[in-house]
């Protein structure tokens, strides 16, 4: 089945643009451990809480995870641990930031990945 057999149109954008980093997952599962070891007891905290919540959702599903803290205080250090652990189980991740130094680090903004 394609958009035009039920009458409607084929979209104008290319996909091209949506740019997905496929990792070598051997390499990832080492910097996922060295990151993990690094973590702080609140960096754990939150680190565990979301990668529970992942293991448990159901397919159905959406979460948000929101992490509100000051500038300095390990939010990427944070993100890269859970991104390379997600990538680890097989899933594809996407970071994608708001604004700042995220940005910068992640290449991606909300309204150029969606």
């Known amino acids: 089945m394609t958009l035009t057999s039920i009458g409607l149109p084929e979209p104008a954008t290319s996909h091209s643009y949506i740019n997905i980093d496929f990792h070598n997952l051997e390499t990832e599962s080492k910097e996922d451990e060295r990151l993990m070891a690094m973590l702080n007891p609140e960096q754990r905290t939150i680190f565990d809480g979301i990668m529970n919540a992942i293991r448990d959702v159901d397919e159905a599903s959406t979460q948000t995870f929101p992490v509100n803290a000051f500038a300095g205080s390990g939010?990427?250090?944070?993100?890269?641990?859970?991104?390379?652990s997600v990538?680890?189980?097989?899933?594809?991740?996407?970071?994608?930031?708001?604004?700042?130094?995220?940005?910068?680090?992640?290449r991606r903004r909300q309204n150029s990945t969606f």
């Open 75 to 84: 939010k990427i250090f944070l993100f890269n641990a859970l991104i390379r």
């Open 87 to 106: 990538r680890e189980v097989g899933e594809i991740v996407v970071p994608i930031a708001w604004t700042g130094i995220a940005v910068v680090i992640f």
